[in-house]
């Protein structure tokens, strides 16, 4: 089973993009890509828009090639609406657009559906379904908090089952909870691919007590699985500081000969926290006295 990160926060951009192919299927997951409107106060740094559209770019020629495309939930950094043409004549299962979501993402979804009519697609909403492609599994968990409640809405997890296997987890933020970490433990798999914790909002929109949570349920995933290669980003790889605040995780993960790291370093690319340095790319970033 082959795995490559397309875009991801360690990568300069908000995305979770991850193209998997197997012996019978290629698939693209999540594929989109987006920038914070405002971090320290600040706009996307020029550098930042180029990266996106680099990425951008890269992630529509996976989906080219791509047989199906799995899109975990309607915000705009994991789908995007307005190039529909990316998915014609693929098979796309997506988040159910009605059941176990929140107003926002149930209006994304109407007009993501709607654009849709453009081209000829094959669509079915996947929430606790599986799929069988040749000797390949795809199974879609049911349902689980965007972070740490509903307020976010829903996002559902994906495990990808041939010659290997691998979980994605979407934007858990955590996992923050033991229904978002059961699914995890319950596939057992050698790759895992996690949002982490939202760091950067500590105290803030996210509490110390969601991240200690968060860290317990890492250790127990590392205790409890076979996994062997960790990926934590996405939300957590905002904070320039979070391999500090996932100290615990790292030293459990070494006495059970677990690799942990961000996107970028499981892609073999170096890491560049885009966002997490835009007072720095503005050349605004306040010095320590």
Not at 10 to 20: E, K, L, N, P
Not at 184 to 199: Q, R, S
Not at 233 to 252: G, I, N, P, S
């Amino acid at each position: 089973m082959k795995i490559v990160p397309l875009a991801y926060d360690s990568m300069g951009v908000r995305s979770m993009a991850t193209f998997v192919e197997t012996k019978d299927i290629k698939i693209v997951i999540d594929p989109s890509v987006s920038l914070a409107p405002s971090r320290y106060g600040l706009p996307p740094h020029q550098i930042e828009i180029e990266r996106m559209y680099e990425l951008w770019n890269e992630i529509k020629k996976y989906v080219e090639k791509s047989d199906v495309v799995v899109i975990t939930h309607y915000h705009y950094d994991h789908h995007n609406p307005d190039e529909v043409e990316i998915f014609a004549n693929k098979k796309l299962l997506l988040k159910h657009p009605k059941e176990k979501i929140n107003r926002s993402q149930m209006g994304r979804a109407a007009y993501f559906l709607n654009q849709l009519k453009k081209i000829v697609v094959e669509v079915d909403f996947s929430d606790g379904k599986t799929y069988e492609f040749g000797n390949t599994r795809i199974e879609i968990s049911e349902p689980v908090f965007h972070g740490v409640n509903d307020r976010l809405g829903y996002v559902f997890e994906v495990y990808v089952e041939s010659e290997g296997d691998f979980l994605f987890s979407s934007d858990v933020e955590g996992p923050i909870h033991k229904e978002q970490l059961k699914f995890m433990l319950e596939k057992d798999a050698d790759v895992v691919f996690i949002d982490g914790p939202m760091t950067y909002m500590l105290g803030y929109r996210y509490s110390r007590k969601s991240l200690q949570s968060t860290i317990e349920n890492l250790k127990t995933l590392i205790e409890k699985t076979k996994v062997k290669h960790l990926v934590l980003d996405h939300h957590l790889t905002r904070d320039l500081k979070w391999r500090e605040k996932m100290k615990e995780v790292f030293e459990k993960a070494e006495e059970h000969g677990v690799k942990v790291g961000s996107a970028a370093e499981f892609a073999g690319v170096k890491e560049d926290l885009l966002e997490a340095r835009r007072d720095e790319l503005y050349g605004k970033k306040k010095k320590k006295k």
